[in-house]
């Protein structure tokens, strides 16, 4: 079956404009997360849905931040008046539940969008 | 603070050989440990993980062994290969609990590039 796929693979953008990274998860997966990774990074966690609700927002790091999962599947994170920090590769990743994890729980990623905020 | 450290950026090894990576953790309530594999342009992929109830778990030519005591871990990948050249994460969950966050967040290294040559 589909993987994890996000849209656009590549997004180039000016300071202070707004963004939207779309993330569809594999069919059927309730746990959607958002991690992003700067160079020379591990992915760092943002936020995790369980279904359409934010279980964990922790991991945002201010409020220019905002994911929503209105019907359970797909999901857009959004970002406003972009900052050259924002500049990374944003990762989503789908698992069957949320919860802990375990082997049967793992979570897939997808290919990613990379983000360059000029 | 990084929770989760891969103090080693980088490793060399020849086709056949074993590849030792290393990882390293500083949060005693992690109870679940991943290794995943990165190739350029992708997502990780789920290469192997661990319980903490276990202190080893062996899939084909990948193993991964885990000392609580020491908090550290380690992935054996013997005969390496060069199709094995990529970088690989440590990751880890659980824990946390007295911030509220939830089960399934993982925490990631910075990664290790393993290079194998013919």
């Known amino acids: 079956g589909a993987g994890v796929s996000q849209t656009p693979s590549n997004k180039v953008t000016e300071k202070g404009k707004y963004v939207e990274l779309r993330c569809d998860p594999i069919?059927?997966?309730?746990?959607l997360y958002w991690y992003r990774q700067s160079l020379g990074q591990g992915p760092e966690f943002l936020i995790y849905?369980?279904?359409?609700?934010?279980?964990?927002d922790s991991g945002l790091p201010n409020d220019r931040f905002f994911a929503v999962r209105p019907e359970g599947s797909v999901s857009t994170l959004k970002i406003q008046r972009t900052e050259r920090g924002d500049s990374a590769v944003y990762l989503c990743?789908?698992?069957?539940?949320?919860?802990?994890?375990?082997?049967?729980?793992?979570?897939?990623f997808g290919p990613g969008t990379r983000l360059t905020v000029l | 603070d990084q929770q989760v450290k891969q103090n080693s950026p980088s490793l060399s090894v020849q086709e056949g050989r074993i590849s030792i990576l290393n990882c390293d953790y500083t949060?005693?309530?992690?109870?679940?440990f991943l290794w995943y594999k990165k190739y350029p342009a992708e997502g990780p992929t789920f290469l192997i993980s661990?319980?903490?109830?276990?202190d080893k778990n062996e899939d084909g030519r990948f193993t991964v062994f885990l000392n609580k005591s020491a908090k550290h871990l380690s992935l054996h990948i013997v005969p390496s290969q060069p199709g094995d050249s990529a970088v690989y994460f440590c990751?880890?969950?659980?824990?946390?609990?007295?911030?509220?966050?939830?089960?399934?967040?993982?925490?990631f290294g910075r990664g290790t590039q393993l290079t194998v040559w013919p």
């Open positions: 990743a789908s698992s069957l539940v949320g919860g802990t994890q375990s082997s049967y729980n793992e979570q897939f």
């Open positions: 069919s059927g997966h309730t746990a």
């Open positions: 849905f369980q279904g359409t609700g934010a279980a964990d």
């Open positions: 949060n005693s309530m992690f109870d679940y």
């Open positions: 661990i319980s903490s109830i276990k």
């Open positions: 990751a880890a969950s659980g824990g946390d609990y007295d911030r509220g966050s939830t089960l399934g967040r993982l925490y």
